[in-house]
Structures are given as C-alpha cells and as structure tokens.
C-alpha cells in the first residue's frame, strides 16, 4: 500500500517559478504548508537520469535528504515525435542557465523547419520521497502524466511558462500560453500526474 501523506510541510525540489506554483495551487486544497527548496538555499543537483522518473527521484532525495522533511520533485519536459523524442528530459538545458525559453522555442522552431508533423506530448514525473533513518534510501512513489499536443509557431499567449506558448493540447484550439491557469491545471500532463499522486497519497 502506498504511503499516505500526513506531514504538514513539504519541500519542492524545483528552481522554476513556474512550477512552483503550478504545484503550490494544485496542493492548496490539502492544507500542506509547500516550501520551495531555494528558501532552503539548496543547489540544483546535477540531473543524470535518463528519464524524467530518474531525474525526479534524484532531486527528490537530494532536497529531502539535505532538509529532513519530505520533498516532491518535479521533472518534465517537451517530447517531439519528429525529432525523436527531443528535447524531451533536455527541455530546460536547451533554454540555457538563464531559462530563456523564448530561445529554447527559437531552436525548436528552426529544428521542426519543414517537417510536417507536429505531433507532441508534455511528460511530467512526480516523486515524493520521505526523509528514513540516517543513511537510507528514502521512500519514494512516483507518478508520471502525459498530454497530448500540436506545435504552433510562431508562440502565442503570455501565460504559464516554459514552451506552453507553442503547444496546443488535442481538443483545443488555444496554446498553454493562451489558455487560463485553471483550465490548464485540469487537463495538463502535471495535473495527470498529479491525479494519481493525490488519489493514492493524499485522499482517503
């Protein structure tokens, strides 16, 4: 049985605004006090997974090991079936140390030039670890979501963040970047994610 989530305060292992608070309002009916882990001044561990599952359930450990409190971590990214599944777990490194995504859409943009299909999803891993004895491996759940897209240049929309301006999600005709947070909350690869996360750990 999975564990239950019953800690009042929790870390997120995450350096991105963005998703910060993407997952703060996704939590905030459950009455959990979220801590981002730069408040903890922790650095951004090294991601050397070859998956986004990998790469969440290094961060996780590596924020609630530092901490002691239990750490959810967050790792996503962009996969394009022309190009292979890229940039996929590359997603932010192709935005650069200084997160400019509007550069990292640039590059996309050039990459996808004359190829027809724009066929894309977003993939999100949460992991949720808890703080064990001294020295071993933390317990750790992990869910992971997907949803399902278009690519459109050139990028539209103001809101969210990362490549939400140039995804369109199947069945709207509106990028991310367009789109209400609260409609993007229930139907996003985050929000699925999510959905399993809450209904296995949170509820009940």
């Given at each position: 049985m999975t564990r239950r989530f019953t800690e009042k305060r929790l870390v997120i292992a995450s350096h991105n605004p963005g998703k910060v608070r993407e997952i703060a309002d996704l939590l905030s009916p459950f009455g959990v006090d979220v801590v981002p882990a730069a408040e903890f001044g922790l650095a951004e561990p090294e991601e050397t997974g070859v998956t986004f599952a990998e790469?969440?359930?290094?961060?996780?450990?590596?924020?609630?090991?530092?901490?002691?409190?239990?750490?959810?971590?967050?790792?996503?990214?962009?996969?394009?079936?022309?190009?292979?599944?890229?940039?996929?777990?590359?997603?932010?490194?192709?935005?650069?140390?200084?997160?400019?995504?509007?550069?990292?859409?640039?590059?996309?943009?050039?990459?996808?030039?004359?190829?027809?299909?724009?066929?894309?999803?977003?993939?999100?891993?949460?992991?949720?670890?808890?703080?064990?004895?001294?020295?071993?491996?933390?317990?750790?759940?992990?869910?992971?979501?997907?949803?399902?897209?278009?690519?459109?240049?050139?990028?539209?929309?103001?809101?969210?963040?990362?490549?939400?301006?140039i995804f369109v999600p199947e069945g709207y005709d509106v990028t991310f970047g367009e789109m209400a947070g609260h409609k993007k909350h229930a139907i996003s690869h985050r929000a699925n994610a999510f959905a399993g996360l809450v209904a296995e750990c949170f509820n009940g």
């Open positions: 790469n969440a359930i290094l961060k996780a450990h590596a924020a609630t090991l530092a901490c002691g409190l239990p750490a959810l971590a967050d790792d996503s990214g962009l996969a394009v079936d022309a190009l292979d599944g890229r940039p996929g777990i590359h997603s932010a490194r192709w935005a650069g140390e200084e997160r400019d995504f509007a550069a990292a859409m640039a590059r996309l943009e050039q990459e996808m030039e004359g190829i027809p299909d724009r066929r894309a999803r977003f993939v999100c891993a949460l992991a949720l670890a808890w703080p064990d004895k001294e020295g071993a491996t933390p317990e750790t759940v992990v869910f992971e979501g997907t949803v399902e897209g278009t690519l459109v240049f050139p990028p539209r929309g103001d809101k969210g963040f990362g490549y939400d301006p």
